[in-house]
């Protein structure tokens, strides 16, 4: 059974950056994809970005590409998420999440491990 333990998180100013971690514990996530989603209040979860279990190819929601970056380090059972140039609606519970496979998949229904989610509120 694989833990995960989002951090990072807080408050951040339109346009300012947060970089989230994900550490793995209790079982090894090197040949899991791992993926990061979003949810508000009232809303489904939300694809953010996917890594597969290399870290060769990464996948981003259109609405963060070229603002939000994925990145894993096997070796520290760790996955991150840079987030730059922030906006309010980036405001959000966000999830990193492990996949059956080695996809990072944008489906959330394909993920068998979940973190806790860590608050990322972005003001104006």
């Known amino acids: 059974q694989v833990k995960l333990v989002e951090s990072g998180g807080g408050l951040a100013q339109a346009g300012g950056s947060l970089r989230l971690s994900c550490a793995a514990s209790?079982?090894?996530?090197?040949?899991?994809?791992m993926g990061w989603f979003r949810q508000t209040p009232g809303q489904e979860r939300e694809f953010v970005a996917g890594?597969?279990?290399?870290?060769?190819?990464?996948y981003e929601a259109p609405f963060v590409k070229d603002r939000f970056t994925v990145s894993r380090d096997n070796a520290r059972e760790t996955v991150y998420l840079q987030m730059n140039s922030l906006k309010p609606e980036d405001t959000a519970v966000y999830y990193c999440?492990?996949?059956?496979?080695?996809?990072?998949?944008?489906?959330?229904?394909?993920?068998?491990?979940w973190g806790q989610g860590t608050q990322v509120t972005v003001s104006s």
């Open positions: 999440a492990a996949d059956r496979g080695g996809l990072g998949s944008m489906h959330a229904d394909t993920y068998v491990f």
């Open positions: 209790g079982g090894t996530i090197s040949s899991h994809g």
């Open positions: 890594i597969v279990s290399s870290g060769d190819i990464t």
